[in-house]
């Protein structure tokens, strides 16, 4: 956590500059605020997670990171399902899926089937909202998943 703390502080003296060398890596403020709520939900701290989530919101608006705003369902459906909010967490699984389901990705497709399986592993794959959802996503991706 200190080295995310340190990353902010310099973060944050840099938010506005345009990159306009490429003598160093810059990632935008929103980004580094989002390591710091990844860092959370790997921690199983999934309140704290959903707090720093709802701040996150508000740097990737004015930095119209979309990038970013792409993959935000995808840490709220995790930071939710921490807090063992199941059906919210679907919600925010579908909204992630929606998102990204036109890509056709192998990569982003992982990140929903690993999702399932905390699900699952956490003993929640018999309720109808998470069996409603995996009966969807399994049946439109079936075999169409570019490598």
Known sequence: MQA?????????????LPVITKDYVFHAYSAVL????????????GG??????????GHIEKEHNTYLKMWMPLDYAQS????GEIETSMTWLE???ASIK???SARLYSKVERHLAQLDESGY???????????????INNDSIAE
Do not use: C, W
Request: glycine share 4%; no cysteine.
């Open 4 to 16: 995310i703390n340190t990353a902010i502080a310099l973060a944050d003296s840099m938010r506005g």
């Open 34 to 45: 989002e390591e710091k709520s990844n860092g959370l939900i790997l921690l199983g701290r």
């Open 48 to 57: 704290e997670a959903f707090n720093e989530l709802q701040e996150i919101d």
């Open 80 to 83: 939710f399902m921490l807090m």
């Open 95 to 97: 909204a992630f899926y």
């Open 102 to 104: 036109n890509y056709k």
């Open 125 to 139: 794959a018999d309720l109808p909202v998470v069996k409603r959802f995996k009966n969807m996503f399994h049946e």
